[in-house]
Nanobody
Framework: QVQLVESGGGLVQAGGSLRLSCAAS????????MAWYRQAPGKRRELVAR???????DYTDSVQGRFTISRDNAKNTVYLQMNSLKPEDAAVYYC????????????WGKGTLVTVSS
């Protein structure tokens, strides 16, 4: 159906920046909202940021003002610019896409690891 591949994770010092990318392939016309989630060891997966097809965004409170989600519909790609990273931002970041044709159906990437050193 839809395949999502994340990239851009890595090791960064606290206060630094990273830009994550998620490229969609397959039946990408089925995609509506796209989002980034993260999961730290021992914690639940949480929503970080979401963007609609028209570009409306929302963020979890802990990243508001530091992270920016964007998407390029022509490239079927969503980005997450992460600035002023904190050790508590360290996690595996997952790309998510909602299926507009089958409500309640989500697609997930395999994740990319972000490590933040203090």
């Amino acid at each position: 159906q839809v395949q999502l591949v994340e990239s851009g994770g890595g090791l960064v010092q606290a206060g630094g920046s990273l830009r994550l990318s998620c490229a969609a392939s397959g039946r990408f016309f089925r995609i509506s909202d796209m989002a980034w989630y993260r999961q730290a060891p021992g914690k639940r997966r949480e929503l970080v940021a979401r963007i609609t097809r028209s570009g409306s965004t929302d963020y979890t409170d802990s990243v508001q003002g530091r992270f920016t989600i964007s998407r390029d519909n022509a490239k079927n790609t969503v980005y997450l610019q992460m600035n002023s990273l904190k050790p508590e931002d360290a996690a595996v970041y997952y790309c998510n896409a909602a299926d507009v044709l089958v409500p309640g159906t989500d697609y997930w990437g395999k994740g990319t690891l972000v490590t933040v050193s203090s």
